[in-house]
């Protein structure tokens, strides 16, 4: 073996998890506001939710509802993205596409997807009790789980599935193209989460 040696790290696939400041505060606006969506609307849509309810994209035109204010205090946790990215932060440009809850109950899960046409997308914790599901990312790269060799320890070369283990008050933004899914709550209380996606105007 060469006594040098270089180890050249290329396509990460970045979650960057952040505490939101004053989440409580946030949290009980939203967490009504929520229930009163899935009470004028019990049914929801049916996309990656096993279970539970899915919310139709909120209204974000009325700047006192509680899911505006929550984005406008975010912000700056999109541009930390961006700076870590190297991508140019332009606020007129930098467009919330869509923004939506979902109340996952006992034995409720969200089964693997992306969210195409968008650079980014965003689970935030409304209400995480324990045992209530991680959040579960898969290696984009199918190629890689065609053959798989036996390992002696798990490395970041070869992962092809990790999770994060949700707090309330967690914001996780990731690439939009990321396969994501949630697991299944175990707890006896609802997972409440808001997902949005990002995407940069020409």
Same mark, same amino acid.
């Given at each position: 073996?060469?006594?040098?040696?270089?180890?050249?790290?290329?396509?990460?696939?970045?979650?960057?998890?952040?505490?939101?400041?004053?989440?409580?505060?946030?949290? +009980?606006?939203?967490?009504?506001?929520?229930?009163?969506?899935?009470?004028?609307?019990?049914?929801?849509?049916?996309?990656?939710?096993?279970?539970?309810?899915?919310?139709?994209?909120?209204?974000?035109?009325?700047?006192?509802?509680?899911?505006?204010?929550?984005? +406008?205090?975010?912000?700056?946790?999109? &541009?930390?993205?961006?700076?870590?990215?190297?991508?140019?932060?332009?606020?007129?440009?930098?467009?919330?596409?869509?923004?939506?809850?979902?109340?996952?109950?006992?034995?409720?899960?969200?089964?693997?997807?992306?969210?195409?046409?968008?650079?980014?997308?965003?689970?935030?914790?409304?209400?995480?009790?324990?045992?209530?599901?991680?959040?579960?990312?898969?290696?984009?790269?199918?190629?890689?789980?065609?053959?798989?060799? &036996?390992?002696?320890?798990?490395?970041?070369?070869?992962?092809?599935?990790?999770?994060?283990?949700?707090?309330?008050?967690?914001?996780?933004?990731?690439?939009?193209?990321?396969?994501?899914?949630?697991?299944?709550?175990?707890?006896?209380?609802?997972?409440?989460?808001?997902?949005?996606?990002?995407?940069?105007?020409?």
């Amino acid at each position: 073996m060469s006594d040098s040696k270089k180890v050249h790290k290329y396509f990460a696939q970045p979650i960057f998890q952040y505490q939101l400041e004053s989440y409580e505060r946030h949290n +009980q606006d939203l967490k009504k506001y929520i229930y009163n969506a899935y009470n004028e609307d019990p049914n929801g849509l049916s996309r990656s939710n096993q279970g539970g309810w899915h919310s139709k994209p909120f209204n974000l035109k009325d700047k006192s509802s509680a899911p505006f204010i929550f984005f +406008q205090s975010i912000q700056k946790y999109v &541009a930390d993205v961006f700076k870590e990215y190297g991508w140019l932060y332009v606020p007129g440009k930098v467009n919330l596409t869509e923004m939506w809850a979902i109340i996952n109950k006992k034995n409720n899960f969200n089964i693997e997807h992306t969210h195409p046409n968008n650079y980014l997308s965003a689970a935030y914790y409304v209400n995480a009790p324990e045992n209530c599901g991680s959040f579960i990312v898969t290696n984009p790269n199918s190629v890689s789980r065609e053959r798989i060799t &036996a390992s002696e320890r798990k490395t970041e070369f070869n992962q092809n599935i990790a999770q994060i283990k949700p707090k309330e008050g967690d914001l996780l933004l990731f690439p939009a193209y990321l396969p994501h899914s949630v697991g299944m709550n175990l707890s006896d209380e609802d997972r409440i989460v808001i997902s949005f996606n990002v995407d940069i105007l020409k």
